[in-house]
């Protein structure tokens, strides 16, 4: 604030202290409350939650899709800034998939697994759950890519369209994992996957500090920051649920970080838009429903050029959209101004593509800014 203190009223001052004594002790500034929902169907590292309508329901259903690692509260991060409850608000039938936390147990799942055994079955379900109607997936992060893999590996599958945020496809345009990936030249990966088979998987603090490492200038300046904005109630509720959920990620089962270490990140296999499963060779050129993925203009983990490097893959989907949007990979998909840009540009794709039983508009790969999802000049085809 530009306001010296010793300027600011009384009242301003009992507020500001309010503020930040609400922050830092228990009592807490956010209200990171659940949106009211059911569970609707279980089954390993597979919770599925229907959240409670509000109003008239109208629409093709939406299914969130977490990534692993992080849990799927990144889709429901507090009351006044959640996906899940804008879908609520908007009178979607609005779903959730959970993984879970996975322990020692789960160690030998790989990516199989959660597109084939959790994936699949939620896709089903929601579409049974909602009269038959075709799924809108929502995928942040991994849970794109596992949505992506689901519709090449299953075109059968009721999907209607898939919308992705902050989704990878091409490693080689992540500058911080270059020192991964020369590393890796160095050994054949040998060091790496064995540590990786030695502990079952990167444990929930190595993700956590991972994730943070990511941005670590803005944990450096935050101290100031939140001294400057202690007379905002909402960036302090937001500093504080982002916190809480930081605090809290989740463990990767080994077996899937070995697949994404080695084939994704390492060989960069998703990049030639086309990966080996267990039984056969997935086609992401077999995909034809609209896709859409936005990616975070201040994104690290997945900068614009790698999230948008899947509008090259997918010759037969009818529509391909790859916008851009404020934030960093977190940022971007739950941040201050996720509501009015990325959440539009879902909106708007999704609501592009309701009317049951109509082929989609014209093909329309486009790399746009804007909230509305306009066509940049710079086409892709």
Known sequence: MAENFLNRTLVQ???ALTNLVDFLTNRGIADTSETPHTVIDTGRTRTLKRYQPIGEVSGAPV????PLGAQAKCFDLRRGNSMAEH?????RPTYLVDYGAPGFAE???GVEHYVNDVLVPSIHKVSADAGGQPVNL???CMGGLLSILAAAGYPELPIRTISMVASPFDFTKIPVFRPLQLATQLTGGRVVAG???ASGGPTAIVTELGFKATAIPTYVKKPLTIWRRRDDQDFLAQVQAVDEMMNNMLAYPGRATLQVYMRVAVRNELASGQIQGPTKLVKLSDIRIPIMNVAGSGDVLAPVAAAH?????LPNSPDVRLPTAPGGHLGVLTGAKAASTTWAHIDEFIDAHEVSG???PPARRSSSSDPGGATDPRHLT
């Open 358 to 360: 109509l082929a989609p």
């Open 87 to 91: 879908l609520v608000a908007r009178g």
């Open 13 to 15: 001052r009992r507020q």
């Open 195 to 197: 540590l990786i088979k």
């Open 309 to 313: 490097h899947v509008g090259t893959l």
């Open 107 to 109: 160690r030998g799942l």
């Open 63 to 66: 299914l969130m899709v977490p």
């Open 138 to 140: 929502v995928g942040y």
